[in-house]
């Protein structure tokens, strides 16, 4: 994907998860206590990740995985476990760097392997892959960008790609008007909240997505979490 809103978009998340929040995410995802409303979102995200792992098969032996915007690294260390060769891309550099020291300090040894990258999940120089996931990584980019984004993760996938994006619901739209997820100061781009039936029909009007098929979904609601699980993969 070559446009221009889509490299301001993906600067502003980069500049966002790589200074603003990289504190607030490191602690999000570490196993330190956090206030109330933090803590609905820590159990959202891991009934989230377990979610998606439910979708992958148990021994990924043999296997590569994309892990797409992979943050402090959680779901790569999973499937890492299962014995998957992981690449793991993050455009932040703090967050991978956070990701790489906790893997070394507490799981050196793991039957898989993770390979972690700083840079754009969609750079044809990653390769190919059994499996892609992409949790909660595109859920500040339009409808339009997601399924760009979905589409040309597929041409390099021989399985599925698995996505999160955040469901179009009122209660989510008046959650973010009133945007108490974070501090004023490391508030987040605006969320992008989807509508699912555009959505599918912005993934189906790829071409690259033809011979794929929708599979299962999930949404995850959580006091101050929500979105939503998609599965494609090849027919
Ligand atoms: C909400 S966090 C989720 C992180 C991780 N997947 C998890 O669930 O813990 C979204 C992450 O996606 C990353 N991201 C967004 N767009 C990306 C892109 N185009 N390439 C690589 N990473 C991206 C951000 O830098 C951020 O760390």
Partial sequence: MNSTAYEQRRSQI????????????????????????????????EQMR?????????????????????????????????????????????????????????????????????????????????HVVCMDSLIHYDTEHIAQAVATLATRTRGSVLLTYAPRTPLLALMHSVGRLFPRSDRSPALSPVDTGALGRALA???????????????????????QAWEWSRA
């Fill in 14 to 45: 980069e500049h966002y998860f790589d200074r603003t929040a990289a504190e607030a995410w490191a602690r999000l995802t570490s196993n330190e206590p956090v206030g109330r409303i933090r803590a609905t979102v820590r159990a959202g995200r």
């Fill in 50 to 130: 377990n979610t998606l792992l439910s979708w992958l098969p148990q021994d990924m032996r043999g296997m590569r995985l994309l892990d797409a915007g992979c943050g402090t690294g959680a779901l790569a260390l999973q499937a890492a476990l299962r014995g998957a060769d992981v690449v793991a891309i993050d455009l932040s550099p703090t967050l991978v760097a956070l990701a790489a020291e906790r893997m070394a300090a507490e799981h050196p040894h793991l039957p898989g392997s993770v390979q972690f990258t700083s840079g754009d999940m969609l750079s044809p120089a990653l390769g190919e892959f059994d």
């Fill in 205 to 227: 009007a790829q071409t690259a997505l033809q011979g794929w098929q929708a599979g299962r979904t999930q949404r995850i609601a959580q006091g101050f979490y929500t979105s």
